[in-house]
């Protein structure tokens, strides 16, 4: 069991009196985890992260990191680093002073500060960039560089804000396996800030789903998908999302690969609506009588194609119960 190093109890913040963008949020982070925050945009999130970096005064509620009261120490006395998405390198500096830059503010030793900045830019791979200025990176290289600079402080958090969001698909995949890597070599205490719930559930040993200023559910990737709280997180969740209808004042929900087809009649009849080919797999929207609407998956050799009719079998032990007043989940 790992101990907690970061702990949020009932945080709350407004802006101009009026909109409430935090709501009673409590948190604990464990030493050592990389713990994501993700959800739709004006959610809280980031919101969340600058008050941890001291950046949002809190309008009540504690933040305790490392086993002290932080609300009031400043910004540069947290002994936290932050990646943002527009990188902040500085265009006049080469990559080894951008680097350094930290080093260099905390008057360190020019020897000491040459062999972290080279040893670090072994790591991320950039030692053949290290003269050059910002402008000759790539969207990746850059993104590497604002990296390096924050991870040459050796701080005891880490925070990153939408890191990865300028870069293009193919980049973000594969900067967010170095990211992981990395957190998991040097073993830093990380938030990470995305919308994006794939990168949410690629990258986070947990993650923490917002909504409306409100924490839904804190868990495991896999626990947040399997066992999701409120209706929110389960269609939030997953792509395509969890299956939703109502049933005789009941709310369900099923997940799509657990809906087969199936040419025993005595099953759910349907009618394929709309077919999405992913390369890997088939989404098919099929409209029955009872559940309207439903996406289920089905394998890319799979020969029913729009106006077909078919049937489906729900895995019953997979369905889902919510509350139809409040959403949550029913055990």
């Known amino acids: 069991m790992k101990d907690v190093f970061l702990t949020l109890e009932q945080v709350n913040k407004w802006y101009d009196n009026k909109v409430h963008a935090v709501k009673d ?9 990389l713990l994501v925050f993700v959800g739709p945009s004006g959610c809280g999130k980031s919101t969340t992260l600058r008050m941890i970096a001291g950046l949002e005064v809190l309008d009540s509620g504690v933040i305790c990191m490392d086993g002290k009261i932080i609300n009031h120490v400043p910004p540069k006395e947290r002994d936290i680093a932050m990646v943002f998405q527009n990188y902040a390198l500085y265009p006049t500096m080469n990559v080894f002073d951008n680097i350094a830059f930290p080093l260099k503010m905390r008057h360190m030793k020019k020897d000491e500060i040459r062999y972290r900045v080279t040893e670090l830019a072994k790591t991320l791979e950039l030692t053949e960039y290290l003269k050059r200025k910002p402008a000759a990176l790539s969207g990746g290289q850059r993104q590497r560089v604002a990296l390096a600079r924050a991870m040459v402080r050796e701080p005891k958090l880490f925070l990153m804000d939408e890191p990865l969001s300028n870069l293009d698909a193919k980049l973000r995949v594969q900067m967010r396996r170095e990211i992981t890597a990395l957190q998991k070599n040097l073993g830093t205490t990380t938030i990470y800030v995305t919308h994006d719930q794939t990168e949410a559930m690629t990258m986070g040993d947990r993650i923490a789903i917002f909504r409306e200023g409100v924490l839904q559910q804190v868990d495991t990737p896999q626990n947040v998908y399997q066992r999701p709280e409120n209706l929110f997180v389960a269609q939030f969740i997953g792509s395509p999302p969890m299956n939703i209808w109502e049933e005789e004042g009941k709310i369900w929900g099923i997940r799509p690969e657990h809906i087969y087809i199936t040419l025993n009649s005595d099953h759910i ?28 998956l089905a394998g890319v050799d799979f020969s029913l194609k729009e106006g077909d009719r078919c049937f489906l079998q729900m895995d019953r032990e997979l369905l889902h119960q919510f509350d139809p007043d409040n959403g949550r989940r029913i055990l």
Do not use: P, S, Y
């Open 269 to 296: 009849q349907a009618k394929v609506m709309t077919v999405e080919h992913t390369g890997r797999e088939k989404i098919l929207f099929v409209l029955t009588q009872r559940q309207g609407t439903l996406a289920v």
């Open 25 to 33: 949020v409590n948190l604990e982070v464990n030493e050592g985890e």
